[in-house]
Nanobody, 119 residues
Framework: QVQLVESGGGLVQPGGSLRLSCAAS????????MGWYRQPPGKQRELVAA???????NYADSVKGRFTISRDNARNTVQLQMNSLKPEDTAVYYC?????????????WGQGTQVTVSS
């Protein structure tokens, strides 16, 4: 059974920092591309940051220079360090694991963790 469990969300003031973590089980973590998505209130889910199985990263323009994604293959975890947080970063953040295999995409989601940036 595949499980992605996010942690680290919460309430933070503008300019503050949070570190999200996602623990994966039931998958061969090393072979999966991992990502963080977010869904602000009333809006669609959007990609925040992603890291491939090989360690390449990409970021949404809105978070470049503020957020950093990393992975620990020994612990089957992926992290999102979020600095200089803004109110518009408020959203539910979801962990995603994805792998293309035999012409189809395996795609798994966590349950989400709330991040609220407010004074």
């Amino acid at each position: 059974q595949v499980q992605l469990v996010e942690s680290g969300g919460g309430l933070v003031q503008p300019g503050g920092s949070l570190r999200l973590s996602c623990a994966a089980s039931g998958i061969s973590f090393n072979f999966y591309d991992m990502g963080w998505y977010r869904q602000p209130p009333g809006k669609q889910r959007e990609l925040v940051a992603a890291i491939t199985s090989g360690g390449s990263t990409n970021y949404a323009d809105s978070v470049k220079g503020r957020f950093t994604i990393s992975r620990d293959n020994a612990r089957n975890t992926v992290q999102l360090q979020m600095n200089s947080l803004k109110p518009e970063d408020t959203a539910v953040y979801y962990c995603n694991a994805r792998k293309l295999t035999y012409g189809r995409t395996l795609n798994y989601w966590g349950q989400g963790t709330q991040v609220t940036v407010s004074s």
